[in-house]
């Protein structure tokens, strides 16, 4: 499947993809992060902006620093 002249890749086995901030950087994270109270929340925001039907998959509600930052405290858990 293409997508603006991009190739759209599946995310590997136990990870999802999300893209966050004003160009859309794609991040493929494991499914655990699913479980994390703060990765709710923005899934939530996430719902709340742009709806369940976004075409362009789950775009989170936050500049690319914040989620770099989320994710980096995340893996020290």
């Known amino acids: 499947m293409r997508n603006g002249g991009e190739e759209r890749k599946k995310a590997g086995k136990g990870q999802f993809v999300v893209y966050v901030g004003k160009e ?8 655990s992060y699913l479980k994390n109270p703060t990765f709710q929340k923005l899934l939530n925001k996430s719902a709340e902006e742009y709806g369940y039907s976004n075409s362009r998959g789950i775009v989170l509600p936050c500049d690319e620093s914040t989620f770099q930052s989320f994710i980096n405290s995340s893996l020290t858990l």
């Open 24 to 31: 859309l950087r794609r991040f493929t994270l494991p499914l």
